[in-house]
Structures are given as C-alpha cells and as structure tokens.
C-alpha cells in the first residue's frame, strides 16, 4: 500500500480489535492525526524503524514519533515496532544482522527513554 491511511478508516473502524500495528517510520504512511482521531481510544503498535533502509534510526527520530502520537494515544496504549519485519524475501535478506540489530537497540533506547518521561 501506498499513501496514508485513510481509505482503510472505515474498516480499521469497524473491526473488533484491542490494537492496530501501523507502519510509521516512512513518510508514505501519511500524517498520524488520521489515525489517532479516529483510534485513539485503541492500542497502537507504531512502526519506528524502516527495515529496509540502511540507514540506523536515531533516538531522537524515534522519540519524535511517539511524541506526535502521544496527542492522540496514552503512553500506556503505545507499542514501538519495526515496520514490517527484518525478514528475507526470495533469497534475498532484507537487511543485514548488524544493521537490524543497531536499529532494534535504537528503538529500545528510545523506549527506556521514553518511559522514563512519561511514567
């Protein structure tokens, strides 16, 4: 899917669902106020970290993200993810151990940080 994600807001709405995990860390994935107004009463699993890039998100760009979000979601409903996954897709890895291993530590120190400040 390209674009945000408001032609799945009517059936993101409709589902009987405790939580919605969104890809985030790209730009494609539109401005978070579309979800947050209409599922902010949800938990959301957000996705901070692009697996298919090589470059190493920061704390502070993670940190950012969840900040956004916190206007619309409480920090106890809020679940930092990777977008999609560090999978392989037909013999060809998506991305490097040591590059998703630096990635997911970022995204843990961010979430340390982050729960320090909002506890």
């Known amino acids: 899917m390209t674009g945000d994600y408001l032609p799945l807001l009517p059936a993101f709405t409709q589902m009987n669902v405790n939580q919605f995990v969104l890809e985030y860390a790209t730009p494609r994935a539109g401005e978070i106020e579309i979800i ?11 996705g901070v970290i692009n697996p298919r890039t090589d470059d ?19 920090p106890e409903k809020i679940f930092l993810n990777t977008d999609c996954g560090f999978g392989c897709f037909a013999e060809r890895c998506v991305n490097d151990e040591e590059k998703a291993y630096r990635k997911i530590k ?13 506890k």
Not at 36 to 41: D, I, Q, S, T, W
Not at 56 to 71: A, D, H
């Open 36 to 46: 947050g107004k209409a599922l902010g009463n949800k938990e959301l699993g957000l």
């Open 56 to 74: 190493v998100e920061s704390t502070e760009f993670i940190i950012s993200k969840v900040e956004k979000v916190l206007e619309f979601y409480s």
């Open 106 to 118: 970022q995204m843990v120190i961010a979430a340390k940080i982050l729960r320090e400040k909002y």
